[in-house]
């Protein structure tokens, strides 16, 4: 990976430098998802709870997380569609 590649930092840049006709590829997976790490601050409490999720389902943490969430979103976006019909 070049070192310019490496100065780009988040989804906006990604597609400012693609509009600018840069090549920005290898910030793809073969999934076609864009890729994009952020940190949050979680309570321990609720941490220690997503731990015990995950030694149960034998998981770690990030995938947990990843699913919870994709999860979370499908039933949102389900509830609007029923919404609107």
């Given at each position: 990976m070049s070192s310019k590649s490496t100065e780009i930092k988040d989804i906006e840049e990604i597609a400012h430098q693609a509009h600018l006709g840069a090549d920005?590829?290898?910030?793809?997976?073969?999934?076609?998802?864009?890729?994009?790490?952020?940190?949050?601050?979680?309570?321990?409490?609720?941490?220690?709870?997503?731990?015990?999720?995950?030694?149960?389902?034998?998981?770690?943490r990030q995938d947990w997380i990843k699913v919870v969430c994709a999860e979370k979103i499908r039933e949102i976006q389900a509830s609007r569609i029923l919404k609107a019909v």
């Open positions: 920005v590829s290898e910030h793809f997976t073969g999934h076609f998802q864009a890729k994009q790490q952020i940190n949050i601050t979680i309570p321990l409490e609720l941490l220690h709870s997503i731990d015990a999720e995950c030694q149960l389902l034998h998981i770690d």
